[in-house]
T-cell receptor, first 111, second 113 residues
Framework: EAAVTQSPRSKVAVTGGKVTLSCHQT?????MYWYRQDTGHGLRLIHY???????EKGDIPDGYKASRPSQENFSLILELASLSQTAVYFC??????????FGPGTRLLVL | GDSVTQTEGLVTLTKGLPVMLNCTYQ??????LFWYVQHLNEAPKLLLK?????KRTEHQGFYATLHKSSSSFHLQKSSVQLSDSALYFC????????????FGKGTSLVVHP
């Protein structure tokens, strides 16, 4: 089974601060994704990437940047964290348009 | 653009009863449909997938058939268990076009004793 890990698993950040969430996958998948999930709600796509050094905007990219320095690593950056960005963030990877394998999630609380 | 619609936000059932969670989609490309399940405080994981028209796919007692004529991929189970309580997402990817996966809003299934 695909292995996707995320760090940190939880984080408390201050409003206006910078937050970096990291994702690592070990299955040589080409696609990687960042989603946010608000309590009891669905998954919303923030950014995705299908090749190293390139990222694409998802459905809700405002306030977020992404970086894919290698095939294995995909980061999500909040330059100026805001209260509204409190959520659980999931990273996922896939081989092409096939099954997405999700990481365990990062709980972000912005105060 | 592509879209996925899950009409039920919450489904509440008694253990042992059958369930059907609805999923319809819209795309002009060839579709791949997925059902993901997310238990409380866990990550979503694949339950079922299909890209073959009119072929039933099954896993862990759940089943679904992709019907391209009606753009549907409903999830069914004949007898729900307490452990089936979870959030269920229908998702779409397509062959061709500007690739971006599309998820439905999810259906929360609550099974009572």
């Amino acid at each position: 089974e695909a292995a996707v890990t995320q760090s940190p698993r939880s984080k408390v950040a201050v409003t206006g601060g910078k937050v970096t969430l990291s994702c690592h996958q070990t299955n040589n998948h080409d696609y990687m994704y960042w989603y946010r999930q608000d309590t009891g709600h669905g998954l919303r796509l923030i950014h995705y990437s299908y090749v190293a050094d390139s990222t694409e905007k998802g459905d809700i990219p405002d306030g977020y940047k992404a970086s894919r320095p290698s095939q294995e690593n995909f980061s999500l950056i909040l330059e100026l964290a805001s209260l509204s960005q409190t959520a659980v963030y999931f990273c996922a990877s896939s081989w092409g348009r096939d099954t997405q394998y999700f990481g365990p999630g990062t709980r972000l609380l912005v105060l | 653009g592509d879209s996925v619609t899950q009409t039920e936000g919450l489904v509440t059932l008694t253990k042992g009863l059958p369930v059907m969670l609805n999923c319809t989609y819209q795309t002009t490309y060839s579709p791949f449909l997925f059902w993901y399940v997310q238990h409380l405080n866990e990550a979503p994981k694949l339950l079922l997938k299909s890209s073959t028209d009119n072929k039933r796919t099954e896993h862990q007692g759940f089943y679904a058939t992709l019907h391209k004529s009606s753009s549907s991929f409903h999830l069914q189970k004949s007898s729900v268990q307490l452990s089936d309580s979870a959030l269920y997402f229908c998702a779409l990817t397509v062959s061709g076009g500007n690739y971006k996966p599309t998820f439905g809003k999810g259906t929360s299934l609550v099974v009572h004793p």
